[in-house]
């Protein structure tokens, strides 16, 4: 990626040898440059990209469900979970990446922490929210059948709190995706490299456009597979409101 | 699969299993509160009756039933289930043996109605073809029809489809103890008349022992083979049957309770089959031909009356099943029926 701060020159010496006119001519959109770079450049980065996101949405994922189901048995908890994810989820991106640089280091953890931090209070407020959105007469129909607390748990309560935790997943992987183009500050994976590369690279604006098109796609493919992995596990979410 | 399962073989005994129901000195205090809710509550349910607890709000009628089953925890005394202390057994145990049936019924809206149904045989570790077996069972018995409904959910029900989707829920492990808190409370007023007729033919089926709570005391008498009438704090102020409790009120409190129109609550507790009637020539031939109104001898002593009213107080004519005269209803054999219960001596809880 060290081709980026070479560019300096009139257009993008890096690819001089090899520009057509409409690079050379700084169009808005060169197809073909996608078509050279899609393989060295694009399709890693997406990669990276999905993997960053994924894996940062996941283990928040874990961790809020603990928190939730903490703050769900003992009440007092949720005061203090949810000043602590507040807290961390206002620390500016920029600041955070600089603060983990120093104990952590330039790499991947340092880049999965944040992104993790910053899906916790989504997570956690959402799965929470569905938790005590289960209805009192269900939870009362169910101790009355002779359930234990865990088998209320399991057989009822999470079923019933899916849409809203389906809900907190997919505001969480969005803002993921689109954070995840600044790992590059520590981290230099993702769609974030190719971004900041165009960035430093003048009037050129092919690989701004489809880097920055590319994580917009993203975040609004993985929604749209929330929307439908839901669909899927709640059919009675949608049967007869009337 | 009707044929080879084991609950179905068992034919109408599935649902013979009913237990009587002792409360010893039962007492329920909350801490911080200086009187109890409930206050030596001591009354014994005949294995397949309806016990019927009735009062004011506030008088711990839903509190004594959550007592039953250990929702609530007892604070004294003692309850026993078929001879046996409640307090010995694991409340998870007990509760999958005790029918549960609330005003909200609460069925698991993620459930589809199959599911519903099949929650405590799927507690218990039943097999699936006992559990298919049994759901197909109690749809037939609660009259719904399982090819329509076993796939549905419960928000694509009416009120009375819950309800009694709810009913057989509660009975589907064949439980020997039903507890019912307000369980037609929802329902509008001809719908719940329909459901409670319903239930009382169920109940002639299953003969389940029955703990039912209602602030509603028509209701009370309508479904109650013996009723529970609760005071403030949570005394028992009378148990008797429906008719010893109009009859014979315990108190100034019970009476105000089933109300000033007790005599005529009384009447449609009678059918014109248990009472005599005044043989057709006592009154002369002219009086049964001149076409005087006909009413069956099912017909309740409340609705003659009100009958003979309408009809300017002339006699009915009572048919019997073949549809020949088995006598007249005056306003005078009304009159005795009165006077005669009035005078019987109290006869306490048969």
């Known amino acids: 990626m060290t081709f980026a701060l070479a560019a300096a020159g009139p257009v993008i010496p890096n690819y001089a040898a090899q520009s057509s006119s409409c690079e050379v001519h700084n169009r808005l959109f060169c197809a073909e440059w996608v078509r050279r770079n899609w393989a ?37 908890l949720e005061r203090p979970t949810t000043l602590v994810t507040t807290i961390l989820y206002t620390i500016p991106a920029l600041a955070l990446f600089e603060l983990l640089a120093a104990p952590v280091g330039l790499n991947v953890y340092s880049a999965e922490i944040a992104l993790v931090s910053y899906t916790l209070l989504i997570l956690f407020r959402n799965i929470l929210a569905g938790l005590r959105a289960v209805p009192a007469d269900v939870l009362d129909a169910a101790e009355g059948a002779g359930m234990t607390r865990r088998q209320t748990l399991l057989r009822v309560e999470l079923p019933l709190a899916l849409p809203a935790i389906v809900a907190g997943l997919r505001i969480a992987i969005v ?63 949608r049967v007869g409101e009337s | ?103 909200q019924i609460g069925l698991f809206p993620h459930q589809t ?35 329509e409904m076993a796939g549905r959910y419960p928000a694509q029900l009416s009120g009375g489809q819950r309800q009694r989707v709810g009913v057989a829920r509660a009975l589907a492990a064949d439980p020997p103890l039903m507890l019912m808190d307000e369980p037609f409370g929802a329902i509008d007023p001809i719908n719940r008349a329909r459901l409670q007729d319903e239930f009382l033919s169920l109940q002639e089926k299953v003969k389940k022992t029955i703990v039912f709570v209602t602030h509603d005391i028509d209701e009370a008498i309508k479904m109650g083979d013996r009723i529970a009438i609760l005071r403030e704090g949570g005394v028992l102020v ?113």
């Open chain 1, 40 to 76: 060295p450049v694009l399709w890693p980065a997406l990669r990276e990209h999905v993997v960053l996101a994924v894996v940062a949405v996941a283990i928040g994922f874990v961790i809020s469900m603990a928190l939730a189901l903490a703050a769900h048995r003992y009440s007092w």
């Open chain 1, 175 to 237: 803002t993921i995706i689109a954070l995840a183009t600044i790992v590059y500050v520590v981290y230099d994976r993702g769609l974030g490299v190719p971004i900041h590369t165009a960035l430093g690279e003048g009037p050129f604006k092919t690989e701004l456009i489809v880097a920055g098109g590319l994580a917009i796609l993203l975040a609004l493919v993985a929604d749209g597979l929330l929307v439908l992995a839901q669909r899927l596990l709640t059919p009675w979410a």
């Open chain 2, 1 to 103: 699969m009707k044929t080879a399962d084991t609950a179905h073989s068992e034919g109408p005994l599935a649902f013979a299993q009913a237990a009587e129901l002792e409360l010893r000195s039962v007492s329920k205090r909350y801490p911080g509160q200086r009187e109890p809710a409930i206050k030596e509550l001591s009354f014994t349910v005949p294995a397949g009756e309806v016990c019927v607890l009735v009062g004011p709000s506030g008088s711990g009628k839903t509190t004594a039933m959550r007592l039953i089953n250990r929702m609530i925890p007892i604070s004294g005394g003692d309850i026993l289930l078929g001879g046996r202390s409640v307090l010995e057994r694991e409340p998870r145990h007990l509760r999958r043996e005790i029918g549960y049936v609330i005003q």
């Open chain 2, 113 to 147: 109605i199959s599911e519903n149904i099949a929650t405590v045989p799927r507690l218990l570790g039943w097999p699936k073809q006992r559990i298919a077996a049994r759901v197909q069972e109690l749809f037939e018995l609660i009259g719904l029809d399982p090819e």
């Open chain 2, 238 to 350: 009378q148990y008797d049957t429906p008719r010893e409790i109009l009859t014979h009120p315990a108190d100034e409190f019970v009476a105000q309770f089933v109300g000033a129109d007790r005599g005529l609550k009384r009447l449609a507790l009678t059918t014109l089959a248990e009472l005599t009637l005044i043989e057709p020539n006592r009154l002369g031939a002219d009086l049964v031909a001149d076409g005087s109104l006909q009413v069956g001898r099912q017909t309740t002593a409340r609705d003659a009356l009100s009958l003979m009213l309408t009809a300017g107080g002339r006699p009915l004519t009572v048919l019997d099943g073949d549809g020949h005269v088995a006598g007249l209803m005056t306003l005078g054999v009304i009159e005795k029926l009165l006077s005669d219960e009035a005078a019987e001596p109290h006869a306490g809880p048969r």
